[in-house]
């Protein structure tokens, strides 16, 4: 049976996403298969005006590293005007991203096409700068869900915190990586669909398990 011809990747911060998106369209290019890479995070373009406006409220904290590297974290919670409005204009971005990166490849230009991270993410963006761990219950959270193609299949990569800090040294200093990794695990409990692959191992048996998922045991020796 043919691969599905749209396949995501999710996870928390460093546990190889990008690692094995590209991996994966080289093997199915391998096996015959053109597959796309898409980047699905942080399409801001109607929501621009409201992240500056967070930015003037004071309600996005920027932390330097000690290399000069900059991490940000949205404070989003603390105004009500903020967290009802901005996930209402992060929607309507990631329509417009659906749209043009999504559907016209996928239903017009019949493409096939690995996406490195998806709209899961972007519920974990919001579940932390609102800081309401409910946030996927929510309606807007139901409208976000409902732009999923049917028939994509949709891969979380998880890995332990510590494991995560070893690759990437950055990452130590994010002060929320520790509450991104629980809300992936809530989110898997919550959607059975995805499937959950443990990432800490190294890379070559990840990606031997991705090729399993989407192609199926018999045909990933091919
Ligand atoms: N299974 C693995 N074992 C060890 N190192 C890995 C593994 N997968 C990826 N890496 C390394 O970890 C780092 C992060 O990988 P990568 O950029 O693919 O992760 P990511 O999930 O896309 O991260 P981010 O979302 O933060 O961009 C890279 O240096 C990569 O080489
Ligand atoms: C892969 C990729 C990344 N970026 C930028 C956006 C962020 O600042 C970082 C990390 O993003 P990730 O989702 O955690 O990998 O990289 C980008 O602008 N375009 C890309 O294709």
Redesign the pocket.
């Known amino acids: 049976m043919d691969p599905p011809r749209l396949i995501c990747i999710i996870g928390p911060?460093g546990t190889g996403?990008?690692t094995q998106a590209k991996m994966l369209i080289e093997k199915l290019r391998e096996m015959g298969y053109e597959y796309e890479y898409r980047?699905m995070?942080?399409h801001h373009f109607i929501s621009l005006p409201v992240l500056a406006l967070a930015r003037l409220m004071g309600l996005t904290e920027i932390q330097t590293l000690p290399d000069g590297r900059k991490i940000g974290y949205h404070h989003f919670y603390r105004s009500k005007l903020i967290s009802t409005v901005y996930p209402i204009t992060l929607y309507l971005d990631m329509l417009l991203a659906m749209i043009f990166k999504i559907y016209i490849p996928l239903k017009v230009q019949r493409k096939r096409l690995v996406c490195?991270?998806f709209i899961y993410?972007t519920l974990v963006d919001l579940t932390i700068d609102l800081d309401n761990i409910e946030f996927d219950n929510s309606k807007t959270a139901k409208k976000f869900l409902k732009l999923i193609p049917r028939d994509c299949l949709t891969i979380l990569l998880i890995a332990p915190y510590e494991k995560i800090k070893e690759r990437r040294e950055d990452l130590k200093f994010d002060k929320y990586l520790r509450k991104r990794i629980e809300t992936y695990m809530e989110l898997k409990k919550r959607f059975p669909q995805l499937v959950t692959i443990d990432a800490s191992s190294e890379v070559e048996k990840v990606h031997n398990q991705i090729v399993e998922i989407v192609v199926g045991e018999n045909e990933s020796a091919l």
């Open positions: 911060d996403k990008t980047w995070r942080f490195d991270r993410d």
